[in-house]
């Protein structure tokens, strides 16, 4: 199997040069032919120049805003069999593509992994609020995937599938613009095979929303759209903040 990593980004200049370091890093620690896509979504500041400046990604321009879809953008530019999805401000630390490829041979009918973020510029307070919010979170999955069976339980930006499940799933729905993208994807692909949630796949990144929206206020928001996802279909929540230079 071929991985392909889909990085959407959106006047990420600050973070995008560090998140593709960091991809192809691993991608050479690894030695596994891999495919680095960079998903500019209308960008006005050096995101696109900034990660055109790296050999071995390839950057595409997706015109319709969204963090939706620009992961389908990327996905439609890509052919490898397994999508890692990430985000700019992600930092893919070392070991996490063996994982990835671990998980997948050792259950043929895994069509999705994922697993949480390690914060990295919270303060040590912050990130005891986030360990209980996925404390929290690892028991619904286990809930919802075993007993309920309802679904499962997929970190945004830190999650790859199987594209030929995808494809079957129906794709990514591009009516979702923020919220409840992950729990779409964890949902519509627990319909074709095991999604699985594991901490063993951490992945770094920036908590600068929860810092910015507060932590507890930003937990509530995801839940919300979890559950409403999960059991409704689509996201309570449709506008967001962005939180980024020029924000949309």
């Known amino acids: 199997?071929?991985?392909?990593f889909v990085i959407p980004a959106y006047n990420e200049e600050a973070l995008i040069g560090k998140c593709v370091e960091s991809v192809l890093a691993e991608v050479k620690r690894s030695g596994r032919d891999v495919d680095v896509v960079v998903v500019n979504n209308n960008s006005?500041?050096?995101?696109?120049?900034?990660?055109?400046?790296f050999a071995g990604a390839r950057v595409v321009d997706e015109p319709q805003k969204g963090l939706v879809s620009a992961r389908d953008g990327g996905f439609r530019a890509t052919t490898a069999e397994l999508v890692a999805n990430i985000d700019g401000d992600t930092i893919v630390p070392p070991g996490w593509i063996d994982t990835v490829f671990e998980e997948f041979d050792k259950d043929p009918k895994l069509v999705c992994l994922s697993g949480p973020y390690v914060y990295?510029?919270?303060?040590?307070?912050?990130?005891?609020?986030?360990?209980?919010?996925?404390?929290?979170t690892t028991l619904i999955y286990w809930l919802n995937r075993y007993v309920l069976r309802v679904g499962s339980v997929v970190q945004g930006g830190n999650f790859v599938l199987k594209r030929d499940a995808w494809i079957r799933a129906g794709g990514f729905n591009r009516e979702i613009k923020f919220y409840g993208e992950d729990t779409d994807v964890a949902v519509?692909?627990?319909?074709?095979?095991?999604?699985?949630?594991?901490?063993?796949?951490?992945?770094?990144?920036?908590?600068?929303?929860?810092?910015?929206?507060?932590?507890?206020?930003?937990?509530?928001?995801?839940?919300?759209?979890?559950?409403?996802?999960?059991?409704?279909?689509?996201?309570?929540?449709?506008?967001?903040?962005?939180?980024?230079?020029?924000?949309?």
């Open 1 to 4: 199997m071929k991985l392909a």
């Open 44 to 53: 006005t500041d050096r995101t696109r120049e900034i990660a055109a400046s």
């Open 188 to 248: 519509r692909l627990a319909k074709q095979g095991n999604v699985k949630f594991t901490h063993r796949l951490k992945m770094k990144t920036s908590g600068r929303r929860l810092a910015e929206e507060g932590i507890i206020r930003t937990g509530l928001t995801y839940t919300l759209n979890f559950f409403w996802v999960t059991f409704a279909g689509k996201p309570a929540t449709h506008e967001h903040t962005d939180i980024r230079p020029g924000g949309r």
């Open 120 to 136: 990295y510029d919270l303060n040590q307070g912050q990130r005891a609020l986030v360990g209980m919010f996925y404390g929290l």
